[in-house]
C-alpha cells in the first residue's frame, strides 16, 4: 500500500553538496514523522535527522549546522540537503516514515552517499 522511493544519492567530494528526496505513494491521508537514517560500512543504522508534520525538527549533533530536512506535505515528499560534506557522512541513507494509523513504519530502498577526493 504504501512505497518509498528515494533518490539523489552519489559520489561527491569533502565539502560539496548533495540533495536527497524521498517521495511516498499509497494510500497515505497523512504522515506524523519522516525522517533519515544512515547506515556506515561496519556501523549500525543511526538516526540523522527527522521532521514531524507540524515543521519542528530534529538532527544528530553531527550534522548540525550541515543538513536541513524538509518536506513538502502535499506531494509526501521528504528531502535532506546535505552541506558541507565529509567523509564520515559516507553511508547508505534510508528514508523512513511514520503513519499514525496504527503506527505504521516504512523505509526507502537507501541510497548511496560516498564522500571522498
Known amino acids: 500500500q504504501v512505497q518509498l522511493v528515494e533518490s539523489g544519492g552519489g559520489l561527491v567530494q569533502p565539502g560539496g553538496s548533495l540533495r536527497l528526496s524521498c517521495a511516498a505513494s499509497g494510500i497515505i491521508s497523512s504522515i506524523n514523522v519522516m525522517g533519515w537514517y544512515r547506515q556506515a560500512p561496519g556501523k549500525e543504522r543511526e538516526l540523522v535527522a527527522t521532521i514531524i508534520s507540524g515543521g519542528i525538527t530534529n538532527y544528530a549533533d553531527s550534522v548540525k549546522g550541515r543538513f536541513i530536512i524538509s518536506r513538502v506535505n502535499a506531494k509526501n515528499t521528504v528531502y535532506l540537503q546535505m552541506n558541507s560534506l565529509k567523509p564520515e557522512d559516507t553511508a547508505v541513507y534510508y528514508c523512513?516514515?511514520?503513519?499514525?494509523?496504527?503506527?505504521?513504519?516504512?523505509w526507502g530502498q537507501g541510497t548511496q552517499v560516498i564522500v571522498s577526493s
Open positions: 523512513n516514515i511514520n503513519l499514525p494509523r496504527r503506527s505504521e513504519n516504512y
